[in-house]
Nanobody, 123 residues
């Protein structure tokens, strides 16, 4: 059974930075993709970024390009999301998810999810 744990969320001001971590256990397959999604109150869960192993390919939503960076440490089974220049619109619960295979941006394409970490950006 694959288990994901997110950490690193918090309350910050606009313009600040945060780094989220997503650590997996029980995942034995490759290739794999880890996706970050976020969900604001009353809204759908939106794609943020993905990291695929072993190609180490990354993809970003247009709304975060140039501000967020996703990276992975396969030895630690951890994927990071470095978030810079945070804005109030970035507020939400951030979830990581993983799938066997390559890039995908729809939540339904992922079978394993973490519990989420709250990110709140004040103006």
């Amino acid at each position: 059974q694959v288990h994901l744990v997110e950490s690193g969320g918090g309350l910050v001001q606009a313009g600040d930075s945060l780094r989220l971590s997503c650590t997996a256990s029980g995942r034995t397959w490759s290739p794999y993709t880890v996706g970050w999604f976020r969900q604001a109150p009353g809204k759908e869960r939106d794609f943020v970024a993905t990291f695929s192993w072993p190609a180490e390919r990354t993809f970003y939503a247009d709304s975060v390009k140039g501000r967020f960076t996703i990276s992975g440490d396969n030895a630690e089974s951890t994927v990071y999301l470095q978030m810079n220049s945070l804005q109030p619109d970035d507020t939400g619960v951030y979830y990581c998810a993983t799938r066997h295979g390559f890039w995908a941006s729809k939540p339904q394409d992922y079978g394993y999810w973490g519990q989420g970490t709250q990110v709140t950006v004040s103006s």
